[in-house]
């Protein structure tokens, strides 16, 4: 096992039903250690930046203007294979189709707004930190 860091968004959704605490407690939980961590609002721009690896997918554009509908909270998080300790305590982009006890499943409401980002991989984890972090304000 090797610790390693991915990016997480608690978006628009969750924040607005104020089920920030709760998600930043589960991760603790699930043994995640917060390293970086802002809350902001995207602009279109930056939304379209951050998701333009599916700019041809139909759901591109509702995806920007429910990303940019309010708050988010993004974090940097630490531990043994994070990025796929992460995608698995997510669960399914469906919360209908995800299992049992992961965060989509508690919190998400439908596919588009499902509570959370996990990075994918570790190469694009390395990129979205990038993208929202400079390197002082995450803990080394
Ligand atoms: P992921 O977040 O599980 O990695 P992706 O396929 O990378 O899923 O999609 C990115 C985000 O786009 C999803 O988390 C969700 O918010 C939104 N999304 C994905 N598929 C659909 C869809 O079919 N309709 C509407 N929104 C979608
Ligand atoms: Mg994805």
Redesign the pocket.
């Known amino acids: 096992m090797e610790i390693n860091k991915t990016l997480s968004i608690i978006k628009p959704d969750a924040m607005k039903s104020k089920l920030q605490g709760k998600i930043l407690d589960y991760l603790e939980n699930k043994g995640f250690k917060i390293i970086a961590q802002k809350k902001m609002r995207l602009t279109k721009k930056q939304a379209e930046t951050f ?1 333009a690896i ?1 700019k041809d997918r139909p ?1 591109f554009n ?2 920007i203007e ?1 990303m940019i509908s309010g708050d988010i909270s993004v974090q940097v998080l630490e531990a043994d294979n994070a990025v796929s300790h992460y995608r698995e305590v997510m669960g399914n ?1 469906d919360p209908a189709n995800a299992d049992e006890g992961t965060l989509r499943k508690l919190y998400g409401n439908n ?2 707004c ?1 509570a959370v ?1 996990g990075s ?1 991989s570790q190469e694009n984890a390395n990129i979205e930190i990038n993208f929202f972090f400079s390197k002082l304000e995450v803990i080394n």
Request: hydrophobic content about 35%; overall charge negative.
């Open positions: 998701y599916h759901f509702e995806l429910f982009t596919i588009q499902n980002h994918d």
